[in-house]
């Protein structure tokens, strides 16, 4: 009868022993929440990094990609020679190819004239390079000398293009110290490794560029024929062409830019280590919490052990208090997390979202932190000795 009665007080007095102390359950919460806000930035920069490093990558229109040995990432390519392009339409399975040059340059705001580097994409307008289906009509401009399609989702030290553009008024102004014309806007998206992004003609990238070698390119891009596979017609070039250039797909051309930025540089780790700083901090307030309560109330758990109770019911409850302070202290987080994350994509462009695996990570480390510290603070429920009490 004992048993039954405290099973169905389990819940309530793990609210009751929570409330009691008002400042205390606050105190709590606020420690929950600031750990899982922090972990939902730390995490969120993370991923953002991740997903703006190939958002180039996932726009191409391309089975295949060719890029040389020597390239790291899209920051560090290096150039191979443009007829290992031409060589892979030997293979039957390959439709068409598109030579794309890629570097940084130096552009000029047309309103303050400061200088910054932007990414800038040479092609072929008559190529297909982007699987925007109304890029080919932006393209067609670009077979004009001197023309530039700007990314309007570049960050506004760029200057105010794309008002200006919208507002019909003429966009003028100089890249690597050479005049150009913007004749369209295009969404790309910066990242970490660019803050803004410009596509133009091949012709007009190597005259804005003179550097890098005519018969040379960062890129090739092959289209296959439909119905072919990918990975095996990938193999067959790397068989076939010389070891000057790499043929990937275009799915292991993203992962090559991710595990670039995940491998090479410390940034994921800085970032995976705030997080998991913060969820070390939120496991000291929470235990420090549930000790200090189950401390608080030992004479009233003994009395309960001395009635009859099991010391594993009483366990219970104290795992209980720690459910209760995972879900209390993870709505806060969420509602502050969706703020924060609006604010930075707003002042930044950069694609950090509260996606659903984000959302039920940061929950299991939220619900694991307070558990795990409601495991610990149970050992002090030992210390209840009935005997102790009379």
């Not at 390239?71 to 892979?88: A, C, E, N, V, Y």
Request: glycine share 6%; net charge positive; with cysteine.
């Amino acid at each position: 009868m004992s048993f039954s009665f405290l099973k169905f007080r389990k819940i309530p007095l793990a609210w009751l022993l929570l409330t009691r102390q008002p400042l205390r359950l606050a105190v709590a919460i606020a420690g929950i929440s600031f750990a899982g806000i922090l972990m939902f930035m730390q995490l969120g920069f993370r991923d953002g990094l991740f997903d703006t490093s190939v958002t180039i990558h996932k726009l191409l229109d391309a089975d295949l990609v060719l890029i040389s040995p020597r390239s790291k990432s899209s920051i560090s390519m290096s150039g191979f020679p443009k007829r290992r392009l031409i060589q892979t339409l030997a293979v039957e399975d390959v439709d068409k190819t598109a030579p794309v040059n890629l570097n940084y340059l130096l552009w000029r705001n047309p309103e303050n004239l400061k200088t910054r580097s932007i990414l800038a994409l040479g092609f072929n307008p008559s190529d297909s390079l982007l699987l925007d289906e109304g890029f080919s009509k932006k393209a067609y401009k670009l077979r004009n000398p001197s023309r530039v399609l700007f990314d309007k989702l570049s960050r506004p030290e760029f200057g105010p293009i794309e008002e200006w553009f919208l507002s019909e008024k003429k966009v003028e102004t100089e890249v690597a110290g050479k005049r150009v014309i913007v004749e369209g806007l295009v969404e790309l998206g910066p990242s970490f490794g660019a803050d803004g992004n410009l596509i133009t003609s091949r012709e007009t990238f190597l005259r804005l560029f003179p550097a890098n070698p005519p018969g040379s390119i960062e890129i090739g891009l092959v289209k296959l024929k439909k119905g072919s596979d990918p990975a095996l017609i990938s193999r067959i070039l790397n068989n076939s062409l010389p070891n000057d250039v790499r043929v990937l797909t275009k799915k292991q051309f993203i992962e090559f830019e991710k595990n670039y930025w995940k491998n090479s540089t410390a940034i994921g780790f800085i970032f995976s280590l705030g997080a998991l700083m913060g969820f070390v901090v939120g496991c000291v307030v929470v235990y420090q919490i549930l000790y200090s309560d189950v401390t608080d109330h030992l004479p009233e758990y003994a009395t309960l052990l001395a009635m009859g109770y099991r010391l594993k019911s009483l366990f219970f409850v104290v795992a209980r208090e720690g459910v209760l302070l995972a879900l209390f202290g993870y709505l806060p987080a969420y509602f502050s997390g969706q703020i924060l994350y609006s604010v930075i994509r707003s002042s930044t462009k950069l694609p950090i979202i509260m996606d659903a695996d984000k959302t039920i990570l940061i929950f299991v480390l939220v619900l694991v932190m307070c558990m795990g510290s409601a495991a610990v603070a149970m050992r002090k429920l030992v210390d209840a000795d009935p005997a102790e009490i009379f």
